[in-house]
């Protein structure tokens, strides 16, 4: 059974970094992409980063791009965002989500529980 | 980047009807087009991929057609599980960019 488990979101203050993990089982983690995918309360959903299997695609939204940063550890099958000079606007549900195989990697095909950044001082 | 757009925002049917849901691209994304449905308090659901590839486990009244610009959605007929909201996501380009989303109501 594919699970994604994600953590590290919390209550940060302005300006200040969070790194967010996201820890798959049931599936090869190796073999395929991942992703983070926000939604602030009452909003839709908008895709922050993506990395594909080995590391060699990495892509970002507008927003976050310069100050978020997301990387893998196939080893430890996890995936993180790295997030830094959080701003109010970051407030969200972040989920991690499985991609597809090969060329479908830029569709989320799994998606975990979220976890959610609340940016307040 | 590339925008889209869904149409209507909300929609209110009855059990049996068929709905359907549209998505533009501001830009020809061939059929690089997915579809997802979120109930409240859950995470989205892959339904479609591929404009109208059917995710495993999703039912078969559910399907998708387009290319290039413009996509549908459609619900032959709505069983009580499918009221939720639908969003159509490009996969393209990066950055991936999704649409407002259509909530499915209950009439």
């Known amino acids: 059974e594919v699970q994604l488990v994600e953590s590290g979101g919390g209550l940060v203050q302005p300006g200040r970094s969070l790194r967010l993990s996201c820890v798959a089982s049931g599936f090869n983690v190796e073999d395929y992409g991942m992703h983070w995918v926000r939604q602030a309360p009452g909003k839709g959903l908008e895709w922050v980063a993506g990395?594909?299997?080995?590391?060699?695609?990495?892509g970002y939204g507008d927003s976050v791009k310069g100050r978020f940063t997301i990387s893998r550890d196939n080893a430890k099958k996890s995936v993180f965002l790295h997030m830094n000079s959080l701003t109010a606007e970051d407030s969200a549900l972040y989920y991690c989500g499985k991609a597809g195989i090969g060329t479908l990697w830029k569709v989320v095909d799994f998606w975990g529980q979220g976890t959610l950044v609340s940016v307040s001082s | 980047d590339i925008q889209m757009t869904q149409s209507p925002s909300s929609v209110s049917a009855s059990v049996g009807d068929r709905v359907t849901i549209t998505c533009r691209a501001s830009q020809d994304i061939s059929s690089w087009l997915a579809w997802y449905q979120q109930k409240p308090g859950k995470a989205p659901n892959l339904l479609i991929y591929a404009t109208s590839s059917l995710q495993n486990g999703v039912p078969s009244r559910f399907s998708g057609s387009g290319s290039g610009t413009d996509f549908t959605l459609t619900i032959s007929s709505l069983q009580p599980e499918d009221f939720a909201t639908y969003y159509c996501q490009q996969t393209n380009s990066v950055p991936l960019t999704f649409g407002g989303g259509t909530k499915v109501e209950i009439k």
């Open positions: 990395i594909n299997w080995n590391s060699g695609n990495l």
